[in-house]
């Protein structure tokens, strides 16, 4: 789940775990009125437990556990990406990620994934992967720099 405020009112991202590829979006314009379902985002078929969150002023952003990742514009629902992380690796287990936005830098992606130790069966190891976007600019997915 995810929870921000985005041009004054309050939004909500939740996914079920009987439905882990459905995110629902609701929205909150008052302290005084109650939560108003805002819409539904189907995620990309992925493997893991997606993570949620939102990004920069007025987008949603959404990961699945094996590197897939989504951003739409709230506003209009358009895709601003849509993308798998080119880095895979056997014994690889991706967490989490979010937009990374900096002046000067353009856009890019932090993932946060868990690797097996060398040698130890049991124990992992964390991994922070930054990566810059191309921006997509036709139908075809953005891919990662």
Known sequence: AAVAELAGRLHAALVHEAEPHLVALFVKEDEAEPWTPM???RLPSGHGKPTVAF???SDFFAATGDGQVLRRRLSDGATLLSARHAVRE?????QAAC???????GSSLAHLRLR???GAAH?????ISIAGVAPKTSERAAVFA
């Open 55 to 57: 990004a920069g002023a």
């Open 116 to 118: 097996r130790a060398e």
């Open 39 to 41: 819409g539904e985002v």
């Open 90 to 94: 056997d014994g690889a287990s991706w």
């Open 99 to 105: 937009p990374v936005e900096h002046p000067g830098l």
């Open 123 to 127: 124990a992992w190891q964390p991994e």
